[in-house]
Nanobody
Framework: VQLQASGGGLVQTGGSLRLPCAGS????????MAWFRQAPGKEREFVAG???????SYGDSVKGRYTISRDNAKNTMFLQMNNLKVDDTAVYYC???????????????????WGQGTLVTVSS
């Protein structure tokens, strides 16, 4: 699976952004997918994950503000980010586990395929 994240940019505190992740390859719908983020000087952090059938899981810092979704017909995953905070500033990466996995992993090491990342900057 090849992945490409986009949609990043500069937004003010309290604003919203929607990040798409376009996938290529026939196995997109068979993959557990996730978003991670990495701020300067910090470890890559789990943001949200979505299973093959739409089950979702969120990191504690984004729960209630972010929504992950997928459109398998269009080979695309989305991250809707609302009520953005300065601490949300990071490079956001989309990832796929590989078609042999059925559960969401919160570890970056659980994902075999990665997009190139898109920068989200939240200003105060």
């Amino acid at each position: 699976v090849q992945l490409q994240a986009s949609g990043g940019g500069l937004v003010q505190t309290g604003g919203s952004l929607r990040l798409p992740c376009a996938g290529s390859g026939r196995s997109f719908s068979g993959n557990v997918m996730a978003w991670f983020r990495q701020a300067p000087g910090k470890e890559r952090e789990f943001v949200a994950g979505i299973g093959r059938e739409g089950f979702t899981s969120y990191g504690d810092s984004v729960k209630g503000r972010y929504t992950i979704s997928r459109d398998n017909a269009k080979n695309t995953m989305f991250l809707q980010m609302n009520n953005l905070k300065v601490d949300d500033t990071a490079v956001y990466y989309c990832a796929a586990r590989g078609s042999s996995f059925t559960t969401i992993s919160r570890s970056r090491h659980g994902y075999a395929y990665w997009g190139q990342g898109t920068l989200v900057t939240v200003s105060s």
